[in-house]
């Protein structure tokens, strides 16, 4: 499925695909070792930004492994602060991986819940995805806050399944059912 009309607003925020005009931006997010701090890889130069926008500007999800990555704007100003996605685990299963990054200059604010929300409803209600789950570095307290703010119930802690720059890390995953989703819905 291709998502490249797709576009939700939320309360302060605008999420959509990513356009040329918004490389700038998402280069002086990738750049930084803050952000990359917990994704086990070093941050991005020009050229590597470049090849990862592009594949970025095509969202879809037809094949198990395709990502969807969508540009957070936030609404006041058009000011491109970040980006979510939805990376197909499963077809047959129904399951989907979801992911964000934000700048840090942007952090604290709430943005990462509210996109994250945004997703998630798209990937239960319009997408149908069974369950998602989300990855993440155990020492990030700041995605272990957004995920458990969503209600997303951990399931698993890694105990030093990855390794980067010599050091080892632990992930943890959360995740959350469609009618889990439906239920909190309902409610609130």
Do not use: C
Not at 51 to 60: E, H, N, R, W
Not at 70 to 76: H, P, S, T
Not at 155 to 182: M, P, T
């Amino acid at each position: 499925m291709t998502l490249s009309g797709l576009r939700i607003s939320t309360d302060r925020l605008v999420i959509r695909p990513f356009v040329p005009d918004d490389f700038a931006a998402f280069f002086a997010y990738h750049r930084l070792p803050d952000v990359y701090r917990y994704l086990y890889q070093e941050p991005l130069d020009e050229t590597a930004a470049r090849v990862k926008f592009a594949k970025a500007s095509a969202p879809q999800l037809a094949d198990d492994g395709d990502v969807a990555v969508f540009a957070v704007e936030r609404q006041e100003d058009g000011a491109l602060i970040g980006e979510v996605l939805l990376k197909l685990a499963s077809r047959a299963a129904e399951q989907a991986e979801s992911g964000y990054i934000f700048n840090p200059a942007f952090a604290g604010k709430g943005y990462a819940t509210e996109a994250m929300r945004a997703i998630l409803d798209l990937g239960f209600s319009t997408l149908h995805f069974h369950r998602i789950f989300a990855r993440l570095d155990a020492l990030n307290k700041g995605s272990v806050g957004v995920v458990e703010r969503l209600g997303m119930r951990r399931e698993a802690h890694l105990i030093e399944n990855d390794r980067f720059n010599g050091a080892w890390g632990d992930e943890l995953v959360y995740a959350l059912l469609k009618r889990e989703w439906q239920a909190k819905s309902e409610i609130g």
